[in-house]
C-alpha cells in the first residue's frame, strides 16, 4: 500500500504509488498542535499555520505560493489540531513534484515579517470570532473543556482572543523553530507518482535541514470529582447539547470497538438515537456520534440539537439509548456496523486526500502505518463480548459531562441527570 524512506536527518517520506488516479497530494505533516503550547501561548500552533501562508523563502508573498498551485488546477489548505498541524495540495499528478519545492519551502523557510504578523493576527481574530455564530461548535468546545479542564488537551485549538492578541513575533519564530524540524515532520504523496521521485526531490528540498529533537507535548492530567456540567447561555433558537465520556487513546486495542460502538449508536440515518429522537420522537434535527482519539486519552461525544424546551427530554434519552445498546447487541446490528466501517474506509481510500491523510496521521502519531486490511481484519475481530465489556468500562452515566449551549439562565435543566 506505501512506501516509506527516513532520511539521515529524520524526515519520514511516505508514499502511496496510484497509477490509475491523475491526481497527486501532497501534504506535511507536523507535530504542532494545541498540546505543544504553554497556556499564555494557546492558539500559537494555529497563528504559525496561517504565517507559513504568507510567503517563502523562493515564493515570498502568499499570492505567488496561492498561484504556484492555483495556475495548475490544484487546490491547497493546511488545518492545525491539538496534536498535529498539517499543509497539503491536490493537484495534477504532473504538478506533484514541484508542489513539494512549494511545501518544503514554506515549511523550512517562511517569510516571518511583522508587518504580515499583524495582518494574520486580526484574521484569526475574526475567525476566532465566528465560533460565536456556530453554536454547535461551541458546545464542542466546551465540552472538551469540561472533560479535560485547565490543561492544553481541553482548550480551543485557536486559543482566545487575549493569547492571540499577545503573541508576538520572537514567540511564532520560537515555535517554528522548536517543532518544524526535520524528525518532527512527515512529507506524505498519495497519486500518480513514483516513490524515487518523491524521495529525490525531498532530499533536494529538505535534506540538509539539520536534525534537531522537537518540543515535548503536555500529557493529559485527569481529573476526578471535578464539574461535569457546564452551560453557556446563549440566545439561540436551539439547544446544542454535548454528552462526552472519557474513552481510549490512538493506540489502545479497544479503539475498533469504540468506532463500532459509535456506528451503531449514533452514525448515520438507521443508528439507534437517530431513530429514536428523530424518526419516533420528533425532538431533534440532528443527533450523532463521534469517538476522538489522541495519544494518551480520548472521548466518546454524543451531539443533539433541539428545541430547549427539549432539552431535559433529549438529554436523557441519550442517555437511556447509550445504555440500552448494551442491554442486547443483536448479531444483524454488529454484523451491519462492521459492514459499515469496512465500506467507509474502503469508499475514503478512492480519493488521493483521503489516502495521504490516512497515512500521514499515522506515520507521525503512531510511528507506524496499518493498511486497510490490517484494520478491516482488526474491525471483523471485535466480539460482541468486546462491545459488551467496552461499553460498561467507558459509557458510564457517572463518568460522564455534559455541555450546553442555549436559551438556559443556569445548568439547572440538566441537573441531576449524572
Known sequence: MYNKTTLPNGLRI?????????????????????????????????????????????????????????SVGGMHNAATDRELTVYYAKVPHTAALETIDILADMVREPVMSAVELEKERHVILEELASVEDNPAEMAGILIDETLWPGQPLGRNVGGTEASVEGLPLAAVNRYFRAQYVPSNMVLVVAGNVRHGEVVDAAHRWLGDVPAQAPGAWYPVIEHSGGRRLAVHNKATEQAHICIAFPSVALDHPDRYAVDLISAMLGEGMSSRLFLELREERALVYDVHTYPSEFRDAGSFTIYAGCDPEN????????????????????????????????GRIQLRMEDTRSVAGWMGGQELLLDEMLTVDEVVARIDAVTRDDLARVGAELLRPAAAAIAAVGPFEDDQVFAGLL
Not at 433529549?314 to 442491554?327: P, Q, Y
Open 14 to 70: 511516505v508514499t502511496a504509488e496510484l497509477p490509475h488516479t491523475r491526481s497527486a497530494t501532497v501534504s506535511v505533516y507536523v507535530g504542532a498542535g494545541s498540546r505543544y503550547e504553554r497556556d499564555e501561548e494557546a492558539g500559537l500552533s494555529h497563528f504559525l499555520e496561517h504565517m507559513l501562508f504568507k510567503g517563502a523563502s523562493r515564493r515570498p508573498t502568499a499570492r505567488e505560493i496561492s498561484e504556484a498551485i492555483e
Open 311 to 342: 432539552a431535559r427530554v433529549t438529554a436523557e434519552l441519550a442517555l437511556s439509548e447509550t445504555l440500552k445498546l448494551f442491554e442486547q447487541l443483536p448479531d444483524a446490528e454488529i454484523a451491519k456496523a462492521k459492514s459499515m466501517a469496512r
